[in-house]
């Protein structure tokens, strides 16, 4: 085995150089409203770290095997980009190689949550982590040396959290990936509730939940309440279904909503466009009537190429519109 940075010098590297990040997420927003990409690649400063002994660090490693490393390889940062109804933007993902085995992945950011699944099960350093956010949770992991009080979300080749302690950098935490909570107990979503005013008041906090910001939008990411952030997520987030949330079209579904008139819109029912594919369809939560005449209303959506929206709109009220009203069921009133 070789490698080119020894344990001392890893070690000091994980304490003098973390990765600076800020308090909120700082992810960059897709457009449409569910999903699609295409990939470009950027390369990033490598480095391989020594040899590491292979025993267990309390809940983020399996204690039924010890570890090794015989490898290296470079952290390769990629940017996704989705068009859609409102224009193209990038978002970031990160490519990191990994180091030991069997390596617990979790459920949430809490290391206490359960495995959903394991890296390096069969040998040192043999999966690679697809990492599109990042968790201070303020409880330190440490393994040969090595500390951080990070999790990552990784969507590949496991879907769930993993401590950064198992990437095989230098850093504390991973470099040019967004940082979604500040630290103290993971996330929780919101608690599901059948009010009107209770949906417009969860549909509220987005407006201000990125350290006083808007949450960004995203077809690709997930907000730290647990749900999607575009459009349908965000509706599923304020009627409190689960997380991560339905699609537009599965806000139509019969479960979910029904259809209403127009002129019977209510605070929290929903006008949805669930025509097309996930670059056209979109969905807003109605909130008031903004004249007698219902020639405008006031509505809360997540939009693509900006975020969580508070606004006059007119969608449904054109002649020949696609927009139609809904009402969720669970509203009793």
């Not at 390369?43 to 025993?55: F, R, S």
């Not at 009107?196 to 910001?213: H, K």
Request: proline fraction near 6%; charge should be positive.
């Amino acid at each position: 085995m070789t490698h080119s940075i020894g344990r001392d010098r890893r070690t000091l590297l994980r304490k003098v150089l973390p990765a600076i990040a800020a308090a909120g997420i700082g992810a960059t927003g897709l457009v449409g409203c569910s999903g699609g990409d295409g990939t470009a690649g950027q390369d990033t400063n490598k480095a391989e770290k020594a040899g590491k002994v292979a025993e267990k660090g309390a809940t983020s490693r399996d204690t039924s095997a010890k570890s090794g490393a015989d490898k290296g390889g470079g952290a390769a940062l990629k940017l996704k980009t989705t068009t859609g109804e409102f224009g193209t933007k990038a978002a970031a993902t990160a490519d990191f190689p990994t180091w030991g085995t069997r390596w617990v992945v979790h459920q949430t950011a809490d290391t206490s949550s359960p495995s959903v699944g394991m890296l390096n099960k069969n040998a040192p350093g043999q999966d690679r982590i697809t990492a599109d956010y990042q968790v201070d949770t303020g409880k330190k992991v440490c393994e040969d040396g090595a500390c951080s009080t990070y999790m990552a979300h990784i969507t590949g080749p496991v879907n769930g959290f993993v401590t950064v302690v198992a990437v095989d950098i230098p850093q504390d935490s991973l470099p040019g990936v967004p940082v979604q909570n500040g630290g103290g107990e993971p996330p929780r979503p919101p608690q599901p509730g059948g009010s009107r005013a209770e949906a417009l008041q969860r549909a509220a906090t987005w407006l201000t939940a990125d350290n006083g910001g808007r949450v960004p939008y995203s077809q690709a990411k997930v907000w730290k309440d647990g749900y999607r952030q575009d459009c349908s997520g965000y509706v599923s987030m304020a009627l409190g279904l689960q997380a991560p949330g339905t699609n537009t079209v599965g806000l139509t579904g019969s479960s979910v909503t029904k259809p209403i008139a127009l002129n019977d819109l209510r605070p929290g029912d929903l006008l949805i466009d669930a025509s097309g594919n996930n670059n056209t369809r979109h969905v807003v939560m109605f909130e008031k009537w903004n004249d007698a005449a219902h020639t405008s209303y006031t509505s809360y959506e997540q939009r693509g190429d900006f975020g969580t929206d508070h606004a006059t709109r007119r969608y449904g009220l054109e002649p020949g519109s696609e927009y139609k009203p809904y009402r969720p069921l669970k509203f009793t009133d």
